[in-house]
């Protein structure tokens, strides 16, 4: 009988050990906190952001089934991302997290807002809006839903559906980011006094010194840029810059400031200081330019080829992963077209228009490309879908006027140009060199 009793225990209990590997839970390795360094670094809300985070690392150590916990951190490493501009790593861990709260709880309406959100700062605009109406069915009561169905249905072109999202944002809760949100859609409607005063209300509606507050601030000021008021713009960046110093965003602010002015060094300098503290392509493109006006054509070109750079790294990684790696073909199009590639800039301009052929500003993209290119009817073609909303934003305006002339709407054409450049001839340098061309040579 022991003959065969020994035998028959060790196979049930090698079938209790697989059962036991297989059906376990896996452990998940944490993502940790990068240091951040700089300015960053400074004050009491790194420290703050530290000691909580590496409380939910411990707490998640002690308990690997701690959702919550994992939800927090998840959340956590978003705001660090948006802080240090460290995107591919923290959203990437994020995103990690957000899947292993899913994988457990697959109706969790916090993860599907916060997985919504980075497929959004991913520019993959069609999955958010996707997980955004899944989580808006879970909690239709929810304010913060209703933001992020917003933000989806602008970046689509799905703009009289972003607005009744904005509006029912602003009944479930009015503030910081519903105001914001107001704001934007007032100023693609083309009411540039309205937004001011909705994003004066969503600054009004934060605390002072918070990003969230200081990132609402430096909107408001860019706000003032584009109708021509350089004054106030520049107040409210040295306001945002006393707030919370070394602020990356205040920074350029400055910079464009200076640049308006035609102190292309201190411009230089402004932007240096911002693309050390944060990680952005636009500081690096903007380099680009202010090197070139500056006469420094080799650092020029070597900004220009690092931009690109960049933005195609994460074309790839966006390429092979459906929620991940940052889509930035809309960006490459206007890169290439830098570095006087204008077929790849088509290339990519077209991507990203077969993704979102509604959205006003890849119609813009497009149509600017097609210009560069010289195919004027065109590139006319998708500026009156570009123009269709009645946006008054000066470097659309003067991207639509040069079209406009050289398809022989002279009047129409050249009267568009002057009101850009008379309002706001800073905001883009390559518009503003083809709009002056083109009025000197009348």
């Not at 009491?44 to 985070?53: F, P, R, S």
């Not at 002072?208 to 200081?214: D, V």
């Not at 790849?344 to 979102?356: G, P, V």
């Amino acid at each position: 009988m022991k003959k065969y009793l020994y035998p028959g225990l060790l196979l049930v209990f090698g079938v209790l050990v697989a059962a036991i590997f297989f059906f376990k839970k896996p452990d998940h390795k944490i993502p940790e906190l990068k240091n951040r360094h700089g300015d960053l670094a400074a004050g009491g809300e790194w420290l703050n952001t530290k000691a909580a985070i590496e409380g939910l690392l411990s707490k998640l150590r002690a308990n690997p089934n701690d959702e919550k916990s994992r939800l927090l951190l998840a959340q956590a490493y978003m705001q660090e991302a948006r802080v240090t501009g460290d995107h591919p790593y923290y959203d990437g861990a994020a995103m990690e997290l957000l899947e292993q709260v899913l994988q457990a709880e697959p109706e969790n309406f916090e993860a599907l807002c916060c997985k919504a959100s980075l497929c959004l700062t991913q520019h993959h605009f069609a999955q958010g809006l996707g997980i955004a109406e899944q989580a808006q069915k879970l909690n239709p009561s929810s304010g913060f839903v209703y933001g992020l169905l917003t933000d989806a249905n602008v970046e689509m072109g799905h703009y009289d559906t972003a607005v009744k999202m904005a509006d029912k944002m602003n009944s479930v809760r009015p503030d910081l980011p519903a105001y914001a949100r107001v704001s934007y859609l007032r100023e693609i409607y083309g009411d540039v006094p309205g937004a001011i005063q909705a994003m004066d209300m969503a600054t009004k509606a934060g605390y002072t010194g918070l990003e969230q507050t200081e990132w609402t601030r430096v909107a408001l000021g860019h706000l003032y840029e584009v109708s021509g008021d350089t004054a106030h713009a520049r107040a409210y960046y040295l306001m945002s810059l006393a707030s919370r110093p070394g602020y990356a965003y205040a920074l350029a602010g400055l910079g464009r400031m200076a640049a308006a002015r035609k102190d292309y060094a201190t411009a230089i300098k402004l932007y240096q200081q911002a693309r050390i503290t944060v990680k952005d392509y636009a500081f690096t493109d903007e380099l680009t330019d202010l090197y070139h006006l500056n006469g420094q054509p080799d650092e020029s070109k070597k900004m220009a080829e690092e931009s690109i750079d960049m933005l195609a790294s994460a074309a790839k990684d966006a390429d092979n992963n459906d929620q991940m790696g940052h889509y930035a073909d809309r960006e490459l199009a206007y890169a290439y077209l830098k570095t006087n590639e204008p077929d790849k800039a088509l290339e990519h301009a077209k991507i990203e228009y077969d993704r979102r052929p509604d959205n006003i500003d890849v119609n813009e993209t497009m149509a600017w490309v097609l210009y560069k290119r010289g195919q004027f009817a065109e590139a006319q073609k998708y500026m009156q879908v570009a123009r269709r909303t009645g946006s008054k934003n000066p470097v659309l305006l003067c991207r639509a006027g040069l079209i406009l002339s050289k398809l022989g709407k002279t009047a129409e054409g050249q009267a568009l140009i002057e009101n850009s450049l008379k309002t706001a001839p800073y905001l883009n340098t390559d518009v503003e060199m083809e709009g002056k061309k083109l009025l000197a040579a009348r």
